[in-house]
């Protein structure tokens, strides 16, 4: 295409028609969709109520502040994945290390109780990858 010309006035878009399959699956859907959407309503209610009632109910009254903070948080991570353009690593350490950051800064208690954590976890698996390395070395 040129870039210059501009496309005829009178071209029109023409649909593909449907094929046998296609109607019939049509048809199909439409029939049974009050059923399906009878039976996912009675489901997703019993569902929801026996496992996410304490969620709800915190959504419904949350304590000062949460939204706003909530919002600087997911706000962090698309930056995060705004930055990391290219490697796929980095698409998910970037927003990951950024909303960590977030947060920590509005709950650090929870960050701190976190760390703690993961500090232990990585020294154990750093010295079971020490102890394998120097069992190879040593074995050879």
Not at 57 to 82: H, K, M, T
């Amino acid at each position: 295409l040129s870039l210059y010309s501009s496309p005829a006035r009178d071209t029109k878009y023409v649909e593909d028609p449907q094929t046998d399959l296609e109607e019939g699956a049509s048809r199909l859907r439409h029939v049974m969709e009050p059923y399906t959407a009878w039976s996912l309503s009675h489901y997703i209610k019993a569902f929801c109520s026996d496992f996410f009632s304490e969620g709800y109910e915190f959504l419904q009254n949350p304590p000062a502040g949460f939204y706003p903070r909530l919002g600087v948080i997911g706000f962090a991570g698309i930056v995060g994945l705004f930055l990391a353009r290219g490697s796929k690593i980095k698409k998910l350490v970037y927003p990951a290390s950024l909303m960590g950051i977030g947060a920590s800064m509005y709950y650090p208690q929870q960050a701190a109780a976190i760390a703690k954590v993961a500090s232990t976890q990585v020294y154990d698996w750093s010295l079971q990858g020490y102890i394998a390395v120097e069992s190879l070395w040593k074995d050879n």
